[in-house]
């Protein structure tokens, strides 16, 4: 079946520069595209978002983009902070309104 | 806000033994889901529901259940507990509005099987 799936599982990266999550997708129906954050304990947080017909999205210190040609998301972090550390996934909606699905994560850890 | 409710927090089992995990939300929500996650395997799809009285499927349903009697409450039951379904579960509601891609997760219940 269709899956979403990511290049590396863990990140390493120094405080303050900028951090790339990367993350592959395989089923083109699919309409958004959302990651998620997880920090050690806690359920997932969202992060942001992007519909299937955007190219990009900002939003604070993130930036999202979507390449449909090769089936690629990425977030983009910038400035990272100690605070960034966490599992992050990528996950895309489908069948309508009612199914995510999650790739398995990728571990940043953000080095002080 | 108290947003998603789970309870409880961690929970032993003993193999054959039923239980159910609670799940409310306080945000009028109408999609509600069941996680199950993994270690290496991400969070998957146990059961969802579309408003009350309705559910469905998700990808990984064997040996559970769930029914949505009202908006804020999603209980997922555990018919006989089996060691394959030590996990961390997730419960999750999110709006119309937001096209279910912002999704609102509970603190999670750690379940192990003996």
């Known amino acids: 079946g269709e899956s979403v799936g990511l290049h590396l599982p863990t990140l390493s990266v120094q405080e303050g520069d900028n951090s790339i999550i990367n993350c592959a997708y395989s089923n083109s129906a699919s309409d958004y595209f959302i990651w998620y954050k997880q920090e050690s304990g806690k359920g997932p947080q969202f992060i942001i978002d992007?519909?299937?017909?955007?190219d990009k999205r900002q939003g604070q210190r993130v930036t999202v983009l979507l390449n449909k040609t090769v089936k690629h998301l990425s977030l983009q972090i910038a400035a990272t902070q100690p605070g960034d550390s966490a599992v992050y996934f990528c996950a895309e909606k489908t069948g309508g309104n009612e199914k995510l699905t999650f790739g398995t994560g990728t571990r940043l850890t953000i080095i002080p | 806000n108290a947003g998603v409710t789970q309870t409880p927090k961690f929970q032993v089992l003993k193999t054959g033994q039923s239980m159910t995990l609670q799940c409310a939300q306080d945000?009028?929500?109408?999609?509600m889901s069941w996680y199950r996650q993994d270690p290496g395997m991400g969070l998957r799809l146990i059961h969802y529901s579309v408003g009350a009285g309705i559910t469905d499927q998700g990808e990984v349903p064997n040996g559970y259940n769930v029914s949505r009697s009202t908006t804020e409450d999603f209980p997922l039951r555990l018919l006989s507990a089996a060691p394959s379904q030590t996990s961390v579960y997730f419960c999750?509601?999110?709006?119309?509005?937001?096209?279910?891609?912002?999704?609102?997760f509970g603190q999670g219940t750690r379940l192990t099987v003996v």
């Open positions: 945000m009028n929500h109408e999609y």
């Open positions: 999750a509601s999110s709006s119309w509005e937001r096209m279910n891609t912002e999704a609102f």
């Open positions: 992007i519909r299937s017909n955007m």
